[in-house]
């Protein structure tokens, strides 16, 4: 699972690289911008798989997932406007 996480966290990574209007201006910042997004997601999945041993995740926690993502590239995307 780790491998796996890694290997998306570096294919967001080089995506965040790619997006000019985020203007990224060097690679570790997109990699930190890459893991930030992966937190979110490992926390989401670690609170419902481990500790609500719930298997499938509710419309609600996608939406709760979306906006936190949302909420962090959203001052990033405006001050490349």
Do not use: C, G
């Not at 985020?22 to 890459?34: E, R």
Request: no cysteine; charged share 20%.
């Amino acid at each position: 699972m780790i491998d796996a996480i890694q290997q998306i966290q570096a294919r967001l990574s080089q995506a965040f690289q790619n997006i000019e209007k985020l203007a990224l201006n060097d690679s570790q910042a997109a990699d930190n911008l890459a893991m930030i997004v992966m937190s979110i997601f490992q926390k989401v999945l670690y609170d419902e798989l481990l500790i609500k041993n719930q298997w499938l995740l509710s419309a609600d926690v996608r939406e709760r997932v979306r906006q936190q993502i949302h909420f962090l590239l959203a001052p990033i995307q405006t001050t490349t406007n």
